[in-house]
């Protein structure tokens, strides 16, 4: 019967390695991610301190006081390292000193969204969702976990419920009887890779192709009004905030855009100022004083404008029960910025 032929034994899985006690988001994120390449995707995390048991690791993130992207070595607690992802990729422009999970996707965030979308790395759509996804998801776990606040001076209330909060939560308290943090670890990876594919899936399918609607009403805004800045996004509840700042910038828009006119879910009609800058609560051009916190026929005649709605009390948005009388609503705010008056 001839000679029996062995059979080879089977690669053992590979091994991603991070320390042990508490955790924190940023490893957490790490380990989630490197799973999501095909080469790590049955990796076992192995949580340790002992060095000897790292170096048997085939990567190894937030442990080991090393950053070796060579050799798989992604800590960031050593003295020496002050990484961003603009030193590391200098056509990026985000200069918050690296965790471990900003790492991990500076050097696999590329690959990682390539696999998910089916789509070369080079493509378009996995280099905006790149930026998108660093500069709204990853950068914040960096930030916190490298004790960088977000503004100088005291903050006017906590941030609690941030998702590096909810993951530092699933540890066990201090009291509590059993201190293992094991379960709580896979708990958190779960906790986080979910909130990290819904971020995805949502820019992937609702805001990017959002940015293909403000394109367009910005090409078209001469035909809603001659001033060129009162934009009309026949969709209503697209969003539009943070394709408007960049497609500004992109289109070199000779005079910034001010308001936006919208229907709502019940095909009435909305007028929104653009806010100031994509962080603040501040209005471009508010609607006139005088309208704040007045409603219905009393706006309606206070106004001379059939059909008003509501003028929100810090004038940010108003509306109107037809389009025509929205853009009337525009059109006056902008007679007022030129001394019109309301």
Not at 138 to 153: C, F, H, L, P, S
Not at 189 to 194: I, K
Request: hydrophobic share 35%; proline share 8%; aromatic share 8%.
């Amino acid at each position: 019967s001839g000679p029996k032929r062995l059979r080879p034994e089977p690669a053992p899985a590979p091994r991603i390695g991070t320390h042990d006690g508490t955790f924190h988001c940023d490893e957490v994120l790490a380990c989630y991610l490197l799973r999501l390449l095909p080469r790590y995707r049955d990796a076992e995390v192995v949580r340790t301190r002992d060095p000897q048991r790292l170096a048997q690791c085939d990567v190894v993130v937030d442990v080991g006081g090393e950053y070796d992207p060579e050799r798989h070595r992604y800590d960031h607690h050593q003295r020496s390292f002050m990484q961003s992802m603009q030193s590391l990729r200098p056509d990026k422009p985000w200069t918050t000193k690296l965790s471990s999970a900003g790492l991990v996707y500076c050097h696999f965030g590329s690959q990682i969204l390539a696999g998910l979308l089916g789509q070369p790395e080079d493509s378009p759509v996995v280099k905006v969702l790149y930026d998108k996804l660093y500069e709204n998801f990853v950068q914040e776990i960096d930030a916190i976990d490298n004790g960088i606040a977000q503004a100088e001076g005291e903050p006017r209330y906590a941030l609690t419920t941030t998702l590096s909060a909810r993951v530092g939560h699933l540890n066990p308290r201090w009291n509590d009887p059993d201190q293992d943090t094991e379960a709580g670890f896979k708990r958190a990876m779960e906790l986080v890779g979910g909130e990290f594919m819904d971020r995805f899936d949502y820019y992937h399918r609702a805001w990017l192709p959002a940015r293909v609607v403000v394109e367009d009403a910005i090409r078209r805004r001469f035909e809603v009004d001659v001033s060129g800045v009162v934009l009309e996004l026949p969709q209503g509840g697209c969003p539009w905030k943070e394709h408007v700042f960049s497609l500004e910038q992109e289109l070199a828009l000779p005079d910034p855009l001010q308001l936006v006119l919208f229907p709502d879910r019940s095909g009435q009609w909305r007028v929104q100022s653009v806010p100031a800058g994509p962080h603040t609560f501040q209005s471009r051009l508010p609607l006139p004083e005088p309208w704040r916190g007045v409603r219905d026929e009393e706006l309606s005649q206070l106004t001379g404008i059939p059909g008003c709605v509501f003028v929100h009390a810090s004038g940010f948005i108003g509306g109107n029960r037809t389009r025509e009388g929205a853009l009337e609503m525009a059109r006056r705010t902008l007679a007022q910025r030129h001394g019109g008056g309301a």
